[in-house]
């Protein structure tokens, strides 16, 4: 449905941006560009032989170029819907010519009624053949033929196009139409040159211009518009102007055609009507509403197609019994280059994750399937968990996955946090204070009963020994997608981070996490290689005691990456666990005692040396205490103790990197302010 209303809104948009604002004389305009680059094409190349094949190369060549630069632009918009929609309505606005060919003809017949050379000259505004001899009925005549023919080429034609293929679609034919407009003449100049692109633009307006035609006489109530159109529709020159024509000719029984004169030559068009009579001044309102009617009518026709093709496609899913979808739905794909506790795979209308689950006994792996809203679910995934994507409400149980969406700059998908006490982020504390996410509980203290009334699309947990998919059973009952993640166990920063690449997938913002996470990367990695430039490197302890344990960063881990990175010496760096290993005080404090630097002593709420010296009076015996060498990440905490350095911190290693680094080696980045850490003085 989303991506139903992604076309939806632009289309809505853009019709009564027409309907306001028309196109006035001096606005910009692609089709002006369009124009620029068809009339060079056409001086460098027509000249010389092969005229004809010339010219076919320069059509297809900006055809081309055009769909492909529509359809790159909206993959680089799509993960910002807000920008999405204002660029396509704009781009709809200017496919669209319905106010202003109402106008042009409105013009017409009122400058006529001040002098025929004024209803002339106004006619020249809007029309290749010559004006200055002919009579009023005869301008009138050339006003009501311009204006069915063009309610195909300027109206319903370019919604014809947005319905298959969009905005990429519609100013596709606006190329098409706007090179037949500028080549396909029968002259000297033009006849081979052009033929190409004028007969691509007849096969572009085939369905259009009988559709138009069709549109006028069924809002019109006409018989003799019928007949028209049988009798009179392939009589023109052109295979598709006759019929919008005819059309017209038939509701207002009158004649159209005739000779007329084009760049100085006599051109006998052939009659399409049935009555030569006069056309009187107060029928250009009648032929105005017929107009609008069929741009609206042909609005509502696209809108309900939409609609119910979004509604069929969702019928095929909630029954599982469609083919498989061939069409790539998602051109902008993520690869995973450094967590080792996740994939993502993509086929078409769905992706497949593999997430490693290392603290369930009866599998090591879950799978879950993606699948785009509103399309097929794809067969033999019995065992896997559907998640339909974009995901739009989210409930989380982890300051990490706040830091992830916060990433993304998806808050609003978020409808429930597992505990509120620690959220840092200030867009989503005023979510809560919104009432728009509420507190769902976690682990053993998880309100089933409210989360199954809320019914998110997916619920992120993190898992621990305590923190299995048995927990989450009853959700899974009810239909609750849950996903179990263990970023905290990979053993490097930026494999931590990655993860991030997970939600990213979950809501089709690919695009967007290949941009931010590629700086966060260079960064990091620029960080790293500074480090290594450090003349020494200082020892350092982490953590302290809390509860008879010492809990100390295994070797494997993604804090003992983060020391190593920075260029700093840690004692226990050869252990080969991920994780933590608990430690006893005693077996702590000799390595203390030498350690230069004392790192993450974050515990409670340590603001001071004296607030240290509470807890243990032995901690003053550590070399980095005496030197005033130690510090915490506790500089980003707010008043109720939410700690930003578990959120945001999570997500950007580079700035946590930055701030060791500083630490650790502060001649190698004098200007760095620290962002997480601080000294606890």
Request: proline residues 4%.
């Amino acid at each position: 449905m989303e991506s139903t209303l992604l076309l939806i809104s632009p289309l809505l948009t853009g019709y009564l941006l027409d309907l306001w604002l028309g196109d006035p004389d001096n606005w910009p305009h692609p089709v002006r560009v369009f124009g620029n680059l068809i009339a060079a094409g056409e001086r460098f190349l027509n000249k010389g032989g092969f005229r004809f094949v010339k010219g076919m190369l320069l059509s297809v060549s900006l055809v081309v170029l055009v769909f492909l630069f529509f359809t790159m632009l909206n993959n680089v918009l799509r993960p910002y819907p807000g920008l999405f929609w204002l660029v396509n309505s704009v781009f709809v606005y200017f496919g669209l010519a319905n106010k202003n060919l109402i106008v042009e003809g409105q013009q017409v017949f009122s400058a006529l009624r001040n002098s025929l050379e004024a209803g002339r000259r106004q006619l020249a505004r809007i029309v290749g053949r010559d004006t200055s001899k002919l009579n009023e009925n005869q301008v009138r005549i050339a006003v009501f033929e311009t204006m069915s023919e063009n309610l195909s080429d300027g109206v319903v034609a370019p919604l014809f196009y947005y319905a298959i293929a969009g905005v990429p679609g519609m100013m596709t034919y606006k190329m098409i139409n706007t090179m037949d407009s500028m080549l396909g003449y029968r002259n000297d100049r033009y006849e081979w040159f052009g033929k190409f692109s004028a007969r691509l633009d007849d096969v572009a307006n085939f369905i259009p211009a009988r559709f138009t035609a069709i549109l006028m006489v069924l809002l019109t109530g006409s018989s003799r518009g019928w007949k028209a159109i049988l009798k009179y529709g392939n009589k023109h020159k052109s295979p598709n102007a006759g019929y919008p024509e005819a059309a017209l000719a038939g509701i207002l029984d009158c004649r159209f055609g005739g000779p007329n004169v084009y760049h100085g030559k006599v051109v006998q068009k052939p009659y399409i009507g049935e009555t030569g009579r006069t056309i009187q001044n107060e029928e250009i309102r009648r032929v105005s509403s017929i107009n609008h009617k069929v741009c609206l009518a042909t609005l509502l026709i696209l809108i309900v197609g939409l609609l119910a093709s979004c509604s069929t496609s969702s019928a095929i899913y909630e029954k599982g019994d469609a083919a498989s979808v061939t069409t790539d739905l998602f051109p902008e794909k993520v690869k995973i280059n450094h967590a080792n506790g996740f994939s993502i795979a993509y086929h078409g209308n769905y992706k497949t994750v593999k997430i490693v689950s290392p603290f369930e006994k009866t599998m090591d792996t879950a799978t879950f399937v993606l699948v785009q809203r509103g399309t097929p679910r794809p067969r033999g995934f019995s065992d896997s968990q559907i998640i339909e994507i974009p995901v739009q409400s989210l409930v989380v149980m982890s300051s990490l996955h706040i830091g992830l969406v916060g990433f993304l700059e998806a808050e609003e998908v978020l409808t429930g946090i597992g505990n509120l006490k620690y959220v840092s982020s200030a867009k989503v504390l005023g979510r809560i204070g919104a009432g728009k996410i509420v507190e769902v509980g976690k682990d053993q203290g998880l309100n089933d009963e409210l989360l199954i009334s809320m019914h998110p699309d997916l619920i992120m947990a993190t898992g621990s020994p305590v923190s299995r998919m048995a927990r989450y059973q009853s959700m899974n009952q009810a239909g609750i997608p849950v996903m179990v993640n263990s970023e905290w166990v990979e053993t490097t920063p930026l494999g931590r981070a990655e993860w991030v690449k997970l939600l990213a997938a979950l809501l089709n913002k690919e695009a967007l996490v290949n941009q931010k996470f590629a700086n966060v990367e260079k960064e990091y990695k620029r960080l790293t290689i500074l480090a290594k430039k450090a003349k020494n490197k200082p020892s350092l302890i982490t953590g302290m005691n809390s509860k008879d344990a010492w809990f100390v960063p295994n070797g494997n881990s993604y804090a003992n990456r983060f020391f190593q990175d920075a260029g700093a010496s840690y004692h226990w760096a050869g252990t080969k666990a991920t994780g933590s290993l608990p430690l006893s005080f005693e077996t702590v404090y000799p390595v203390a005692l030498q350690a230069d630097y004392w790192l993450n002593v974050s515990i409670g709420n340590l603001k001071s040396r004296e607030d240290i010296l509470a807890k243990d009076v032995r901690y003053a015996d550590f070399k980095a205490f005496k030197t005033n060498k130690v510090y915490g990440y506790h500089n980003r905490t707010n008043a109720q103790g939410a700690n930003d350095y578990w959120e945001s911190g999570a997500v950007n290693p580079h700035l946590v990197l930055a701030d060791l680094v500083k630490i650790l080696h502060p001649e190698l980045l004098p200007e760095h302010q620290l962002i997480y850490y601080k000294p606890i003085n």
